[in-house]
């Protein structure tokens, strides 16, 4: 498949989109693809990955899944490792390189594409999307239109499974947000981000300082409530079957952060 991608600027080395009108779907996967992995090792949030291959696993079977966003496989292959069939559709080239570098990521079949188009043949027992990653589709008709399509993708009692933040609009002030995310030795790891609440997008930029060497990442998202993802999925045919406040089958409430949300066909 012949893939159309843009060359990233970089200045001090910095990576990535700052307009979300011309955003490339490769963007953040290209630009992160080389310290995604050990960036990521450093988050205790995230950096075990058992939690969410165990309940992925309990939805999904034998499979078919489909993973939106499957990146480096970071979740997806030790789900494939439990014996789940499980296909991946991912926007950048450079995050699939790396998944197909580590053993058994060759033999996961991975479509190059928009993660809104759902491009894929066949239909799944399950299709998800984990880590903000539905959120990195630019607006909210990507965001409809990836349900509509994951929708088509279903299997006969098949779900589709979103983990994505709670949005917390309180961090800004005066639309704007800076925070420090590790401190460790000479290493340290800032969010700066900026929040524009009428198109719920948070453009953030992370900046990591190792020493004297400075990196700076572009992450996107444009948000949406539990309530607006629920009322996309009625628009597509589907319904919430169950939410929970995270992987371990905590309750969601006003003080969860994020939320792990399942959603099925609706019955005719």
């Not at 309940?55 to 899944?65: D, E, I, K």
């Not at 340290?188 to 990196?215: C, F, M, N, Y």
């Amino acid at each position: 498949m012949s893939v159309n991608r843009r060359r990233h600027s970089s200045g001090v080395s910095f990576y990535g989109m700052t307009n979300h009108r011309t955003l490339d779907p490769a963007a953040y996967g290209d630009a992160w693809a080389d310290v995604y992995d050990e960036h990521h090792a450093t988050r205790p949030d995230i950096a075990d990955p058992r939690p969410a291959v165990d309940f992925l696993a309990r939805l999904a079977g034998a499979g078919p899944a489909l993973e939106l966003g499957i990146g480096t496989g970071r979740v997806a292959l030790p789900l494939a490792a439990r014996g789940v069939d499980l296909r991946g559709i991912e926007a950048s080239v450079k995050m699939v390189e790396i998944l197909r570098a580590k053993p058994g990521g060759a033999a996961i079949p991975v479509t190059i594409g928009d993660l809104a188009d759902v491009d894929v043949a066949g239909t799944y027992r399950l299709v998800f999307a984990v880590f903000n990653t539905f959120f990195a589709l630019p607006d909210q008709d990507a965001q409809v239109r990836c349900f509509v399509n994951v929708a088509r993708r279903l299997a006969e009692g098949g779900a589709f499974l979103l983990e994505v933040f709670v949005p917390d609009v309180s961090s800004f002030k005066d639309g704007q947000s800076v925070q420090v995310s590790r401190i460790e030795g000479s290493e340290i790891d800032l969010v700066i981000a900026t929040h524009d609440p009428v198109r719920q997008h948070v453009d953030s930029r992370q900046v990591l300082i190792a020493g004297d060497r400075v990196r700076v990442l572009t992450v996107f998202h444009r948000y949406a409530w539990p309530s607006e993802l629920d009322l996309m999925a009625l628009h597509a045919g589907l319904r919430l079957s169950a939410r929970w406040g995270g992987w371990e089958d905590q309750a969601f409430d006003a003080s969860s952060r994020s939320h792990v949300s399942v959603y099925v066909a609706t019955k005719s």
